[in-house]
C-alpha cells in the first residue's frame, strides 16, 4: 500500500477460457485488498484489460502487467517472494514475520492456477497456506493480504476514478469523487440513487 514497500501479486498459469474469471478476480482482489500491482501471464490480456478498466472506474493507483516470463520474475524478484499453496506453513504462524520484512522490502506474492512447478516452491522464501485445506487462489490471496496489512487495508483511500460507492444500509448510492470534501462530506446534490 501507500507508503510502503511495494506489494505485488503474481498469478502463475492461465488457461484462457477456463480460468478467465478466477484470473480476473485475482487482479480485482489484488487491488482492492491493498496490493500495489499484479502480474499475470500474457495470454491473460482479457482479465488485464478488465481489471484496468475497473482501476480507470473505481480508482488506484493500481498497476496492471502483463509478463510471459514467469519463472524469471520470481527468481529475479529483489524482495520477499510468498508463494500462496495449501501445502505451506500457517498463515497465523509465519504472518507477523512476513510482515516484518515487509515493511522493509518489497513482497510478491505468488497465486497458482493449474499445477505450479516445484521451483516455485522452492524458489519462495515461504510457502503459506491459509489452512492447509484445498479451495481458492482468491480466497487465500484475500484472506492473505488481510493478515499482511493488518486490516488497514479497509480504509485505504482512493486516487482519480470516476466514481466512489457510499456506503449504506440499503440500496445502492454513487458520486463523483469531485463530490467528495477532503473531510468527506458529501454534496447532497451529487448523490445518484441507483436502486
Ligand atoms: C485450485 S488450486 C490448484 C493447485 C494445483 N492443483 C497444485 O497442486 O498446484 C489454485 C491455487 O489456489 C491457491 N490455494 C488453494 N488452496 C490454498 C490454501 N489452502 N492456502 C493457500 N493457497 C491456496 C494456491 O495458490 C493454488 O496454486
Redesign the pocket.
Known amino acids: 500500500m501507500q507508503d510502503e514497500p511495494e506489494c505485488c501479486v503474481l498469478r502463475?498459469g492461465h488457461r484462457p477460457g477456463r480460468d478467465d474469471r478466477m484470473t480476473t478476480h485475482v487482479g480485482l482482489t489484488a487491488r482492492a485488498l491493498g496490493a500495489d500491482r499484479v502480474i499475470l501471464p500474457d495470454n491473460a490480456g482479457q482479465s488485464a484489460e478488465t481489471v484496468r478498466d475497473i482501476t480507470d472506474r473505481f480508482g488506484g493507483p493500481f498497476e496492471v502487467e502483463l509478463n510471459g516470463e514467469q519463472r524469471a520474475t520470481i527468481r529475479n524478484w529483489e524482495g520477499t517472494v510468498v508463494?500462496?499453496?495449501?501445502y505451506?506453513e500457517e498463515?497465523q504462524t509465519v504472518q507477523d514475520e512476513i510482515r516484518e520484512v515487509h515493511a522493509e522490502e518489497p513482497i510478491l506474492i505468488?497465486?497458482?492456477?493449474?499445477?505450479?512447478p516445484f521451483e516455485v516452491y522452492d524458489h519462495a522464501d515461504w510457502n503459506?497456506?491459509?489452512?492447509?485445506?484445498?479451495?481458492?487462489?482468491?480466497?487465500?490471496?484475500a484472506v492473505?493480504l488481510d493478515r499482511l496489512f493488518d486490516g488497514a487495508e479497509l480504509d485505504r483511500e482512493w486516487e482519480g476514478g470516476e466514481q466512489r460507492v457510499l456506503p449504506m444500509e440499503t440500496g445502492k448510492r454513487v458520486v463523483s469523487p469531485e463530490d467528495i470534501d477532503e473531510d468527506g462530506t458529501v454534496d447532497p446534490a451529487a448523490i445518484d440513487d441507483e436502486g
Open positions: 502463475f508463494h500462496l499453496t495449501m505451506g498463515v505468488v497465486v497458482g492456477g493449474e499445477k505450479v503459506v497456506g491459509v489452512t492447509n485445506q484445498p479451495h481458492s487462489e482468491v480466497a487465500g490471496l492473505f
